[in-house]
């Protein structure tokens, strides 16, 4: 981050250690508010955006600024941005917060859950968790806050063997019918940064 090109100082790296990713996200919520922003946008590494698609999701959220928090429906892609999980996971994360108005009590979820749902056809999120090398998904497997869910030989047996077998279905390492099947991803419905 401290690489980037930053000319009007839109750029403020905040380092610390918390114990766990709630109290990681809680922090960010209190330096927005000691900052006088209004709105925090929860995106982790894994996640982009259609630049026009979040436009559009943020002007739905300045119409209703009573909601303290908003979750977006995701396209999860499996293995590279040419395959996607299908159908679509149910599990919508919070991705907009009203600072102030809540804080998390765990990873992606709120104390206060009144929320509403982005509609798909305004945006949804692109999150590229399972686009990775095969390196990359073992070292995920590492750190991932859901290891001790992990379930068992889902390596060689999911990941690996979808390789020889595109048919393979369940494929999500700790919620197997979380992840049905993964299908072909169509070139014109990525976001503009994945059509690189």
Sequence with gaps: IEELSDPESKFEVI????????EQRNAGLGFL???????????????????????????LVSTKRYVPAWRVHMCTYWKSQNFRIDPPER????????????CFSDKRELV??????IPSHVGIMHNLSYARSDEDVLRKM??????HEIQPDWYERVWKEWDNDHKLENLNPCWPEAYKRAVDQPWD????????
């Design 15 to 22: 380092c610390g250690e918390w114990a766990t990713e709630a």
């Design 33 to 59: 508010q000691s900052g006088g922003y209004d709105y925090c946008l929860v995106v982790d590494p894994d996640e982009i955006y259609d630049e026009a698609q979040l436009e559009a999701m943020l002007r």
């Design 91 to 102: 599990y919508n994360p919070v991705n907009i917060v009203k600072v102030g108005s809540t």
């Design 112 to 117: 206060d859950q009144r929320n509403e749902v």
């Design 142 to 147: 590492s750190t991932f806050s859901f290891v």
């Design 189 to 196: 419905a990525l976001p503009p940064v994945l059509r690189r």
